[in-house]
């Protein structure tokens, strides 16, 4: 399984940027799939995640700001960035949790990551 992100870049603050994220490989069902970001000297954290049912979550920092959504193909997901801030600039990971088997194990895949920079 391959889990690929492109969308990254530099933008002014209050600029916006759309991340998008495939997973491709031997998946028979996904689950959740998301949003992390890590900056500098942090840990990774938590940006949004959607359900296979289509259900979403934020951090509380990008509420209202940030919109995860899923395309047509159950494989893809996107994060729509608008009113950046500095405080948003890091690399931003998509994660995937999926069965790749009729089974009860979910496993967790990882993109390599996309660099989002936000300049004041």
């Known amino acids: 399984v391959q889990v690929v992100e492109s969308g990254g870049g530099l933008v002014q603050a209050g600029g916006s940027l759309r991340l998008s994220c495939a997973a491709s490989?031997?998946?028979?069902?996904?689950?959740?799939m998301g949003w992390y970001r890590q900056a500098p000297g942090k840990e990774r954290e938590l940006v949004a995640t959607?359900?296979?049912?289509?259900?979403?979550n934020y951090t509380d920092s990008v509420k209202g700001r940030f919109t995860i959504s899923r395309g047509n193909a159950k494989n893809t997901v996107y994060l729509q960035m608008n009113s950046l801030k500095p405080g948003d600039t890091a690399v931003y990971y998509c994660?995937?949790?999926?069965?790749?088997?009729?089974?009860?194990?979910?496993?967790?895949?990882w993109g390599q990551g996309t660099q989002v920079t936000v300049s004041s």
């Open positions: 490989g031997s998946i028979f069902s996904f689950n959740v």
């Open positions: 959607i359900s296979s049912g289509g259900t979403t």
């Open positions: 994660n995937a949790a999926l069965k790749v088997w009729a089974g009860p194990t979910t496993y967790n895949y």
